[in-house]
């Protein structure tokens, strides 16, 4: 049995697919695996760290149509048995291509206000279509997925730790000491206009909180080279200590960051799923993103609501951070300084 599973998609969506992706496994006898991913997504360290006994192709959808033609007929070659299309891994164009490479069977998410693709997928008898359904965590949604290929019950097991082997390059590169450091996400989006990010100047005054408090805990910034671009001469004005690794690191030596920290202060982010597999005390800072659909599922991660009126508007996919950051520009400041330095507070003195 050979199954494809789309991952064309971003890091924390995809360590949202793994607990589907180890009952993919369990009920198919442990099948070859092949991932689809993007390249400039990450998607191939992520499943080198968590899943490296299976295959990655990564595919780049912005080239000419003769790269297109020679990728997908390569594909083909490989005799796809069963094939896993998430909600949020294609788009309508890849869609396509994967009707054409052969495999016996698709399992495919679908928006029920998509009708070119439910006509495409119509016209296939060998395309099982899954509705996409409101108020859902992402789990759940890629379990319907493969529960739509079952004629029994699939056993859903939400729970997903991730244990990672000792490695201390990065903690030593930084000169930090294991569970004695703070790791936190200024950023969000590569520091693109995003409704889920907490304000650079609340994050300034929680620094200078616990350099004056909690001396003994260096404070380490994690992100992508755009978080810092935007924030850079705020922090460099401000008297704050920090160890900035924002764009310096790759996801390995993020992974290793989180996961030798005391705790994490982070938005909905790859950088909250990462910390909820390792099972970190977290600190997740929520806006107007779908908290039903993308919360984190470790009981270590504690999460602060940012109750204004941009709450929940992203709710079953109604909108874009990027779209509410222009509507609602203070969508985050239902969360107060304060109570994220009683958060935090509270994580350093009971661990």
Same mark, same amino acid.
């Given at each position: 049995?050979?199954i494809?599973?789309?991952?064309?998609t971003?890091?924390?969506?995809?360590?949202l697919?793994?607990?589907?992706?180890?009952?993919?496994?369990?009920?198919?006898?442990?099948?070859? %695996?092949?991932? #689809?991913?993007?390249?400039?997504?990450?998607?191939?360290? *992520?499943?080198?760290?968590v899943?490296?006994?299976?295959?990655?192709i990564? /595919?780049?959808?912005?080239?000419?149509i003769?790269?297109?033609?020679?990728?997908?007929?390569?594909?083909?070659?490989?005799?796809?048995?069963?094939?896993?299309l998430?909600?949020?891994?294609?788009?309508?164009k890849?869609?396509?291509?994967?009707m054409? +490479?052969?495999?016996?069977?698709?399992?495919?998410?679908?928006?029920?206000?998509e009708?070119?693709?439910?006509?495409?997928?119509? $016209?296939?008898?060998? *395309?099982?279509?899954?509705?996409?359904?409101?108020?859902?965590?992402? =789990?759940? #949604?890629? /379990?319907d997925?493969?529960?739509?290929?079952?004629?029994?019950?699939?056993?859903?097991?939400?729970?997903?730790?991730?244990?990672?082997?000792?490695?201390?390059?990065?903690?030593?590169? /930084?000169?930090?000491?294991?569970?004695?450091?703070?790791?936190i996400?200024?950023?969000?989006?590569?520091?693109?206009? $995003?409704?889920k990010?907490?304000?650079?100047?609340n994050?300034i005054?929680l620094?200078?909180?616990?350099?004056?408090?909690?001396?003994?805990?260096?404070?380490?910034?994690?992100?992508? +080279?755009?978080?810092?671009?935007?924030?850079k001469? +705020?922090?460099?004005? $401000?008297?704050?200590? %920090?160890?900035?690794?924002?764009?310096?690191?790759s996801? =390995?030596?993020?992974?290793?960051?989180?996961?030798?920290?005391k705790?994490?202060?982070?938005?909905?982010?790859?950088v909250?799923?990462?910390?909820?597999?390792?099972?970190?005390n977290? %600190?997740?800072?929520?806006?107007p993103?779908?908290?039903?659909?993308?919360?984190?599922?470790?009981k270590?991660?504690?999460?602060?609501l940012?109750k204004?009126?941009?709450?929940?508007?992203?709710?079953?996919?109604?909108?874009?951070?990027q779209?509410?950051?222009?509507?609602?520009?203070?969508?985050?400041?239902?969360?107060?300084?304060?109570?994220?330095?009683?958060s935090?507070?509270?994580l350093?003195?009971?661990s």
């Amino acid at each position: 049995m050979k199954i494809l599973i789309c991952a064309h998609t971003g890091v924390g969506n995809l360590i949202l697919k793994f607990p589907f992706i180890n009952a993919v496994k369990h009920v198919f006898h442990n099948p070859e %695996i092949i991932y #689809l991913g993007k390249k400039k997504y990450g998607i191939k360290q *992520v499943i080198e760290i968590v899943d490296s006994s299976n295959k990655i192709i990564e /595919y780049d959808d912005d080239k000419n149509i003769i790269y297109k033609i020679k990728f997908w007929s390569n594909l083909r070659k490989e005799h796809i048995d069963y094939v896993f299309l998430p909600f949020d891994s294609v788009g309508s164009k890849i869609a396509v291509w994967i009707m054409l +490479i052969g495999a016996k069977k698709i399992f495919a998410h679908v928006f029920m206000h998509e009708r070119l693709k439910i006509f495409l997928y119509s $016209s296939l008898r060998k *395309v099982s279509m899954v509705p996409i359904l409101p108020s859902r965590h992402e =789990i759940d #949604l890629n /379990y319907d997925l493969l529960q739509s290929s079952m004629d029994r019950k699939v056993r859903r097991i939400r729970k997903l730790e991730l244990v990672l082997k000792f490695d201390l390059h990065c903690i030593k590169k /930084y000169n930090l000491e294991i569970n004695n450091y703070i790791v936190i996400q200024i950023g969000a989006a590569n520091g693109n206009e $995003s409704a889920k990010v907490w304000r650079i100047e609340n994050f300034i005054k929680l620094i200078e909180h616990l350099n004056a408090n909690y001396s003994a805990h260096k404070i380490v910034l994690v992100g992508d +080279i755009g978080d810092w671009v935007k924030c850079k001469n +705020i922090i460099e004005q $401000s008297k704050i200590t %920090i160890i900035n690794t924002i764009g310096k690191t790759s996801l =390995i030596d993020l992974f290793m960051l989180i996961n030798n920290a005391k705790l994490i202060v982070c938005h909905d982010s790859a950088v909250m799923h990462i910390a909820s597999i390792l099972n970190k005390n977290t %600190i997740a800072l929520y806006g107007p993103t779908d908290f039903l659909r993308t919360h984190p599922v470790s009981k270590r991660c504690k999460v602060l609501l940012s109750k204004t009126e941009a709450f929940g508007k992203m709710w079953n996919f109604k909108s874009s951070e990027q779209k509410l950051a222009k509507q609602y520009p203070h969508s985050m400041d239902g969360i107060k300084v304060d109570k994220v330095i009683h958060s935090v507070e509270k994580l350093i003195t009971s661990s």
